[in-house]
């Protein structure tokens, strides 16, 4: 009987020779370039993944996951896959995905001491504080702990416009657009959160405004 580990390799042969049955060339097209038209950026859960809740194909999406979806711009990480994503590989939307049942989300609500997650969870528990009074008055713990995952994409969201790379593209283009979304585990549905990406911009533009330039949002009204 063959471990977990060797099926992984008899698997890609088997999804090797299903690309190839259907198309001779699919490889070599695939080796040439990428131009996804879509950033998302999710939770490192094993039941959440990108391309196939979305019914993407290789190609189709740039990816990023961590535990709890976190975009915060000391992590080298995810600033430098938002900023090669917005500056070469032009996408034109920004996804960023939590899930309900999120075991980061969990964690940031448990007073304890977690070691090396600590400072990575205290993104979370900063979301918590910013909303407490809304999710203290959430009485069904369950619910409390749905909501802390919407508002942490939300929040999430925010850093991701606050950053210049995507302020100076949208300027120049009108893209990329920050959506925030939430991959319901217990229906396999993704939930759109109707994230007002132009409304966040003009709320933060005094502070955030990283450009030096006229926002296409102050444009548009005059």
Known sequence: MKNSYEVIFENNRKWVESKVADNPNFFEDLAKTQNPEYLYIGCSDSRATAEELMGAKPGEVFVHRNIANVVNTLDMSSA????????????????????????????AMTPQDLGLLNPWLRNIRDV??????????????????????????????????????????YILEEYPIVHGWVFDLRTGKIIDLKIDFEEILKDIQKIYNLTSSDWVMNRKTK
């Open 80 to 107: 430098a896959v938002i900023q090669y994503a917005v500056e070469h590989l032009k996408v034109k939307h920004i996804i960023v995905c939590g899930h309900y049942n999120c075991g980061g989300v969990k964690a």
């Open 128 to 169: 918590y504080r910013l909303h407490q009074a809304e999710l203290d008055s959430i009485e069904d713990e369950s619910k409390r702990y749905d909501r802390l995952v919407e508002l942490n994409v939300q929040e999430q969201c925010i850093n991701v416009i606050k950053m210049a790379c995507v302020q100076e593209r």
